[in-house]
């Protein structure tokens, strides 16, 4: 009987090591940092956002699930005016990106109101297209008649694409720098990265606008990091060298 339970443990310690070690490796997240407002194209004030205060904030990240299958997320945040009705990402063409789903959630509580549907779909968001990305590889539009189904003035959408590729490169290490796309207009480098974009209609006046783009910092920089390294350990040591004065 004790053999019988001393076969039993081992069997519980390994059916445990497996399924921690298949849980454990089952996902990689990558977060993009906080990314506002948006420069716009046609109307900008100087410092390049838009001058008809069309303007988002903007968190996109995406889960590996295996090495071919992941998610990309996009949660918009209208903190300008108007009615955000288009979104399009444009990614690192390396991974093989296919888009196999869509879906969104509302964050905001009034958005499936009978008053305000906001249901959205996926989409080419060629709105966007011409004057940010010269390709665009996850894209998602308002159900029409827009503007009134878009993301309104204060209100908070998430736009989910399940997506298949060559992942196997994509470890916990990457950098969200490395899955978005360097982007050219009419064979021409911008003048900001745009890998992504949007459209904003329903402004003052009936007008509308597009921003994209922005200035994207990882604060994850293994250099960054190896130097801040440096510099704890000529901390500790300089105050080792002070204890042995005293």
Not at 139 to 150: L, V
């Amino acid at each position: 009987m004790l053999r019988n339970f001393r076969n039993f443990s081992a069997a519980l310690v390994f059916a445990g090591t497996a399924f921690l070690t298949v849980t454990t490796a089952q996902a990689v997240v990558i977060n993009s940092p906080t990314i506002s407002p948006g420069f716009s194209k046609d109307n900008q004030n100087a410092d390049g956002s838009s001058s008809l205060n069309a303007a988002v904030e903007l968190n996109l990240s995406f889960t590996k699930l295996s090495d071919t299958t992941g998610t990309w997320s996009a949660t918009i945040n209208n903190i300008g005016e108007g009615i955000v009705t288009v979104f399009a990402l444009s990614l690192n063409e390396d991974y093989g990106w296919t888009e196999t789903g869509f879906t969104f959630d509302p964050i905001t509580t009034d958005c499936l109101s009978d008053a305000k549907f906001c249901k959205w779909a996926t989409g080419d968001a060629t709105q966007v297209k011409s004057d940010f990305l010269s390709n665009i590889t996850l894209g998602a539009e308002a159900e029409n008649p827009a503007p009134h189904r878009g993301i309104e003035e204060g209100e908070i959408m998430e736009l989910i694409w399940s997506v298949s590729g060559d992942f196997a490169t994509i470890t916990d290490t990457t950098l969200f720098s490395d899955l978005i796309a360097p982007n050219f207009v009419n064979g021409e480098t911008v003048d900001f990265k745009s890998f992504w974009a949007a459209h904003v209609q329903g402004l003052s006046g009936g007008a509308s606008d597009k921003i994209g783009g922005s200035v994207l910092v990882d604060v994850s920089e293994p250099g960054a990091l190896a130097l801040l390294g440096v510099g704890l350990i000529a901390l500790a040591a300089a105050a080792r060298r002070r204890r042995n004065v005293l």
